[in-house]
């Protein structure tokens, strides 16, 4: 009951801050495509995207060589597989953007992307273990929130393993931890703003960014 409070209060406040985010509307002509993905045609088309992602689309840790420092890459395995059409779909129209990704979705028709979508989704999730100590703060974070910010607990959207939810949710339990973080700090200072209500920049916003390498430390130890 108090989460259902919470998520309506910030419902609330959406509404003030709507703007198109995103061209995706979850039409059951949308959900069909996506549900109509070809396993086989996806598993052949990653092939093009395991070079980053990695074979097992877990990701590849950030890196440091010589003092320059290479992001790292966000794991797609086990994703909510209407929330990885859809990223890949605001690449190509531009409602998200990054130089590799928006190039690689420009290459990929409607039909593409579902292919791929359900293809990662059909494989297991990562285990990315965190290698600090889970802050209780985090944890606190996504099991109540913070009423006193009006921040509802991760978990509500989420889910309680982090495991993501339908349509557009995505899973964030193994998730690499700087691309969390980096995730994070662009929906913070609206970089990123794909997401339709903006439900993270509102949550992100008020999240300092201690609590936000925090929280990427918890996702890592969920399976
Ligand atoms: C050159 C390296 C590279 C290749 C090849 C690549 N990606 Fe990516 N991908 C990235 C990076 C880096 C990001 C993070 C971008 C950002 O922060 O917006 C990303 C992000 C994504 C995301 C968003 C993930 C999320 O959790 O929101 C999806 C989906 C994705 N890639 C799918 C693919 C697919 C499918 C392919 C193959 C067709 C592919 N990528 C090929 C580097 C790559
Ligand atoms: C009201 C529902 C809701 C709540 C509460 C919520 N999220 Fe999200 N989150 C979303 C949605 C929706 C997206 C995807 C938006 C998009 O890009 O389409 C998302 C995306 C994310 C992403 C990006 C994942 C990726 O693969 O790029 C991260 C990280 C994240 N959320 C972390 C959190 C954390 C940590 C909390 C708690 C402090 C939280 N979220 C609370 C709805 C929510």
Known sequence: ?????????????????????????????????????????????????????????????????????????????????????KQLRDYFDGSRSHDAMTAIAKGLSEQDAADLAVWFSSLPMPQNQANSQIAVRAEKMVGQGDGKRILPPCSVCHGSRGQGEKMDIPALAGQQRDYFVSSLLAYKSGARHNDVYSRMRLIAQQLSDAEIKELADYYQTLK
């Open 1 to 85: 009951m108090k989460n259902i409070v919470f998520v309506s209060a910030l419902l609330l406040s959406f509404a003030v801050h709507a703007g198109p985010a995103s061209n995706i509307a979850w039409t059951p002509e949308t959900l069909n495509v996506v549900k109509k993905g070809d396993l086989n045609k996806g598993k052949a088309l990653a092939e093009s995207c395991n070079s980053c992602h990695g074979e097992t689309g877990a990701g590849i840790k950030a890196e440091t060589r010589d003092d320059e420092t290479i992001p790292a890459i966000p794991a797609l395995a086990g994703q909510v597989a209407t929330y990885t059409y």
